[in-house]
């Protein structure tokens, strides 16, 4: 059923995609409630100038009961997008803010009987682990995640599961087999086969959105962790070369906030794909030595990245989302990445000095094995 009220309870609505789903929400007619807990980690100066003074802004964590029960009530559509994502160190904390409080959330609406009419969770394209790809011979098959050991060889090409010869990436449609090979997307799986296993039981309306790398205005400046695109921003505007893993050959699907948020304007108000996990995404490839050039070029700098012969267990190597079934509601990205480097960058100018984070958090995330080197 079409969702005709307009109550809505925005997770994680002080953060990248959250903010932009709120501001969104409130220039259809919404009443916007945010539950967002400051992560530091992502707000390292606290509530962030952009929350939009017309949501009723609660700050308090998705982990704690009484928090969730009390900022649920009364709310027509939850946007649940808090979650604790990225390459933290972190195993339990992914568990327990994502899987947990999502497991939580469902079971507060269920139990106390709220007039829930729908929720909209944020997945990830994380759940495909290596996507769809061909292989020459093979034709459409789908990959396994490359092991360690390949990598750690120097070896970074994506292998066909069936002869091993090299295959090419082709965009991934939502029925691919999910994944789940690092501890974020495995709780992002949970997150996506919770909410929708639930709304099968309950017959609430859900929708789970596999948003693709997201970046945009918002994109918090401060996590050396997460965010290819600011982490990049931040070292280029240092002075410093961007660092790439592997070489620099990875694709990714970068996708400007505004257009995720528009898709979860659209589902939370349409019908047609509920009960559905969704692609979002610009269905394009960049990659990450491309995106390092562009961003490079809008600033007016010579810096090369680096490529220093190290490589992340568990990443990906090429994913593209097939965006055809949110195209079936109108979805339709609309920022190109120039336009949305540029517009990342004009933001960024207004936010002071910007500092590097990244090189100091680099040696934790050695010591962790959560970025190795290449045997040479
Ligand atoms: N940005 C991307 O590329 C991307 C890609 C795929 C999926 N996602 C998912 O989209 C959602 C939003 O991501 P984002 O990019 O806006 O990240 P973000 O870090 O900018 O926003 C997340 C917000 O959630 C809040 N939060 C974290 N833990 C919380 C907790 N325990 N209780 C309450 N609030 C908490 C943070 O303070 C932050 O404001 C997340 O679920 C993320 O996993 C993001
Ligand atoms: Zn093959």
Known sequence: MAVHQKRALVTGGAGLIGSHIVDLLLSEGWTVRILDNLEPNTHKFG?????NPRAEFRQGNVQDYATMESALQDIDVVWHEAAYGGYMPEMAKYVLVNSF???QMLEIIRDKNLPVKKVVVASSQAVYSEGAALCPEHGHVVPLLRPAEQLRA?????????????????????????????????TKVDQEKLVLLWGKQTGIPTVALRYSCTYGPRQ?????????????????LNGLQPVMYEDGGQTRDLCFV????????LVGTMDTLDGLAVNVGSGRATSVRDLAGIIADKLGVKIEPLARGEFRPGEIRSLISD???????GYEPSVTIEQGIERYLAWIATQGTVEDYFSAAEAGLKAKGIVQAVKG
């Open 47 to 51: 509530k962030p100038e952009w929350v």
């Open 101 to 103: 409080g999502t497991a």
């Open 154 to 186: 120097g070896d970074f090409a994506v292998h066909c599961p069936i002869c091993a010869k090299p295959t090419t990436s082709i965009p991934t449609p939502e029925s691919t087999p999910g994944g789940g090979e690092t501890v974020y997307a495995l």
């Open 220 to 236: 918090s400046l401060f996590n050396p962790y997460t965010g290819v695109i600011a982490i990049f921003c931040t070292r280029l």
């Open 258 to 265: 505004e257009d995720i948020a528009r898709a979860n304007l």
């Open 323 to 329: 965006i055809s079934r949110a195209r079936t509601i």
